[in-house]
Nanobody, 123 residues
Framework: QVQLVESGGGLVQAGGSLRLSCAAS????????MGWYRQAPGNQRELVAL???????NYTDSVKGRFTISRDNAKNTVYLQMNSLKPEDTAVYYC?????????????????WGKGTPVTVSS
């Protein structure tokens, strides 16, 4: 079983910073792409940032230059450093990860979600 445990959300004033962490665990599993999504009330869940195992990154336009995604492969942990936060960044932030595990005859690929951590940015 894979678990993704997020931490670091909270309440911050506009212009402030927060750092989200997501630790992935699961015996025998390796993790490929990892990312952060967010969902504001009344909105669909959207991709915020994605990082490959090799460190290539991708960001949604609204966070470019403000957010930085990184990962520690040894710890199976992905981070999201959020600077210059705006009220429109308010949402529940979800960690997402691709996993792979070797079976008897093939590799099994799966995708996993964390439970989410709320981020509230006050004006």
């Amino acid at each position: 079983q894979v678990q993704l445990v997020e931490s670091g959300g909270g309440l911050v004033q506009a212009g402030g910073s927060l750092r989200l962490s997501c630790a992935a665990s699961g015996s025998g599993f390796s993790f490929g792409n990892m990312g952060w999504y967010r969902q504001a009330p009344g909105n669909q869940r959207e991709l915020v940032a994605l990082i490959t195992r090799g460190g290539n990154t991708n960001y949604t336009d609204s966070v470019k230059g403000r957010f930085t995604i990184s990962r520690d492969n040894a710890k199976n942990t992905v981070y999201l450093q959020m600077n210059s936060l705006k009220p429109e960044d308010t949402a529940v932030y979800y960690c997402n990860a691709d996993s792979v595990i070797a079976g008897e005859k093939a590799f099994h690929l799966m995708n996993h979600w964390g439970k989410g951590t709320p981020v509230t940015v006050s004006s």
